[in-house]
């Protein structure tokens, strides 16, 4: 290695508390084998940074930093095809969950399409405890790239011509449906 | 039989023709169905992102009133994302009684309290395994002969938790197939991943997977399926996916209650052909 590696001490101490966080999951991890059956069952490693494998290598060795910055974790649909097919058993799509939720929790998510995406689908859930697809979707597009949107006109009208699209007016003031459950769950979670 | 019914977000807009059609089949094989009072989401694939905790109370609180509706009868849920939470939510639960109690700690401002007692069914296993081949071809008024139809299961109905199928190798919707009369036509991608919400995210990545699907299923007239999402991303994306392929992409996807009401003889209102993004002009 030419290279030189700076050591930062607030990183290292934010990766010890991840550590603590992923202790169980790194404890699973142990068992791996590293077949790279998980790779070769992922329909999007392909467009992966890390290969899943590569990830579990890295979570193994505690360089989680890395692999909460990566694409990868954005890219599981959670198909499960690699937790079915894991030799050694270890739930796999279950561990990307915990990753996915300690990057956002954290702010340093890699993609900010996909923080956009569980925010904008959380906050409706929340306000009208069931999902209103359509200001969902307004809710993303205006937090990533309104342009983008445009992309989507044509289906957008396809759906509208076909009844598929429920338009309903926002309600945004208000006590919303979920807000007493959401503000009770996080005052547990902070208990923990 | 009897069910409590969860319908899920999708059922109330995009998918409507799925909770409309899967009614209507679940009536005329002489189900008793009646919908969870109070139902909220599930939580999709997005809350237990956001917070593990969360991703167990949203489907809990339905678990929980699916529990003080009583009579022993199991929660019938037509997502598969939804079905797929259920299933997790029970399992964790009864491994972790700490978990357990957080959760119901958390119900309690919904002044609702969860046993565990709850069973959740996919709509898939319960036709195939609660009705089964034979009761529902004893309703088919119009077979299908003619029809090649290719089955797509998707990932969560079958993945990970399914007691009902081979969660690589699904085989359940083939003697339901068989009973309408159609000729099934087996393929590769049968329960491989749709996509999700990479469409949306990463489209770049998620139309190639729905596209590969599509391709798979070409030689058939149809597509069916069992889960609004999957309906979704294969119905809607059509045109994006063909540009993917390279050569244009057309087949109509069907929920496969619509397809079995079209063979029960059930009227259009029943089966809303009319929502679909690929026109359904088939057999009819």
Known sequence: MTTSTVINLTAMERDTALLGQLAPARQLLLRCIHCGTCTASCPSAAAMDLTPRQMWRKVQLGMTEEVLRSKTIWLCS??????????????????????KELALERGIAHSHESAAFYRAFADV????????????????????????????????????????LKIELPRLTGEGRLDRLFARVAELEEQQ | MKYLFYPGCSQEGAALEYQRSTLAVLAALGAEVEELEDWTCCGASVASVVSSLLGVVLPARNLALAERAGGGRDLLAVCSACYTN????????????????????A??????????????RHLLDVLANDFGPEAIAAQVQKPLSGLTVAPYYG?????????????????????????????????????????????????EVGVQMAA???????????????????HMNLDSYQDRASRVAGHALHIPVLFLPQLIGMAFGLPDDALLFRRHVVPVRIGL
């Open chain 1, 125 to 164: 859930m929340r306000r009208y405890g069931r999902m209103r697809e359509v200001e969902f979707m307004a809710r993303y597009f205006l937090a990533t790239n309104p342009l983008s949107a445009l992309g989507y006109a044509r289906m957008g009208l396809t759906m509208l011509a076909r009844g598929k």
């Open chain 2, 212 to 230: 590969a699907i599509l391709q798979a299923c070409e030689p058939a007239d149809c597509i069916v399926t069992v889960c609004p999402m999957c």
């Open chain 2, 107 to 120: 119900l309690g401002v919904e002044g609702l309290a969860y046993g565990g007692s709850v069973r959740a």
């Open chain 2, 155 to 203: 990932c969560q109905t079958v993945r990970p938790y399914s007691p009902f199928d081979d969660p690589q190798r699904p085989t359940s919707m083939i003697a339901i197939l068989e009973a309408l009369g159609v000729t099934i036509h087996r393929h590769p991608r049968e329960a491989s991943c749709c996509g999700t919400s990479l469409l949306t995210t990463k489209p």
């Open chain 1, 78 to 99: 959670l198909c499960y095809q690699c937790h079915v097919r894991c030799p050694r058993g270890i739930p796999l799509t279950e561990t990307i969950v915990t990753l």
């Open chain 2, 86 to 105: 259920f299933q997790r939510t029970n399992g964790m639960l009864a491994a972790d009684h700490r978990l357990m109690a957080t959760v119901n700690q």
